[in-house]
């Protein structure tokens, strides 16, 4: 099973098409910060997750119905991994984070995700330890706390404490994206994304009619354009990015997908100065050494 996953990271190997679909997924979820800091503006952090995931399995749900019998439920554990690992609390972590920093710290900090895929796919997936990739990751980590501990964009404790929860998301990530490529790759990748979202789609839904937010929806000012930004994320920013991406990791390998995380800093840092955020250069001295770490790691 790793002899086959690792063949897969050739780059000699992988198609042009693999190319397109990881510049596609990484300027997707590059915008997917910007459009929860939209979101947030109205609804709070758990409304606006709720939403994000009820709407995603509402799209889903057609194809969930109609693969629901081909489905190998021998592997349910591996899709529970998946659908809450890699979408459910990451989307209340990203979105409480939010509250406190910036889009374009998140999507720094987000780019921790192919280190945290090494690491978990060394210490969980009995992957092969070579000390030049260990050297990657602590040079990514290194460049994680220089964000945490110096910048002072949201105040210190509010970077460190919420930042803290965009990096558990990461690990997240890397959990679920390990688990598609050693446990699900014969899967298709829309039946895993279908199937997981049904999964996670029926406590988003209940959570989110006892959060409030059809009271929200009805009084606030600006509540149905918010509604639009997360209905954008929930089809954009999760649908399809969760199939481009269970997909990529499919036909290459998790190390791979993950290398999305080289566009996801640049395309949310981007946005944020288009939206007027402070970027301080912690922000790119935190971003050039994460994104040397992933280097480094796929040596």
């Known amino acids: 099973m790793i002899g086959k996953t690792t ?45 994000r995931i009820s709407i995603s399995a509402l799209a889903f ?26 979408s459910f ?16 710290m998140t999507g720094v900090l987000s780019s921790l995700t192919p280190l945290f895929t090494l690491t978990t796919g060394i210490l969980l997936f009995r992957a092969p330890m070579i000390w030049a990739k260990v050297l990657g990751v602590l040079v990514g980590l290194a460049g994680a706390l220089l964000l945490l501990l110096f910048d002072n964009t949201s105040g210190a404790s509010g970077t460190l404490v919420y930042g803290l929860l965009v990096v558990l998301a990461s690990l997240l ?9 050693y446990y699900l790759r014969e899967v298709p990748a829309l039946t895993i994304s279908a199937v997981s979202f049904g999964i996670i789609g029926i406590p988003a839904t209940i959570f989110l009619g006892t959060s409030g937010f059809f009271t929200v929806l009805q009084t606030a000012p600006g509540a149905w354009t918010a509604l639009g930004y997360i209905c954008i994320l929930a089809l954009f920013g999760t649908v399809l990015a969760s199939i481009l991406f269970f997909r990529l990791v499919q036909i290459t390998s998790a190390v791979f997908a993950s290398m999305v995380s080289y566009l996801i800093p640049l395309v949310a840092v981007l946005w944020g100065l288009l939206d007027g955020e402070v970027i301080s250069m912690y922000h790119f001295m935190g971003m050039a050494l994460i994104l040397t770490g992933v280097y480094l790691s796929r040596q």
């Open 89 to 104: 609390i990451p989307a209340f972590l990203f979105a409480f984070a939010q509250t406190k920093i910036s889009s374009s």
């Open 173 to 181: 990530y890397s959990l679920s994206a390990n688990t598609v490529s």
């Open 7 to 51: 063949s897969a990271t050739s780059s000699s190997a992988i198609p042009l098409s693999s190319w397109l679909a990881l510049l596609l997924l990484g300027l997707v979820w590059g915008s997917s910060y910007i459009i929860i800091k939209k979101g947030l503006e109205v609804y709070n952090p758990v409304q606006l997750a709720c939403l």
């Open 61 to 86: 749900l057609p194809i969930a119905i109609k693969r629901l019998n081909k489905v190998d439920w021998s592997k349910l554990r591996y899709l529970l991994v998946v659908g809450f690992a890699g």
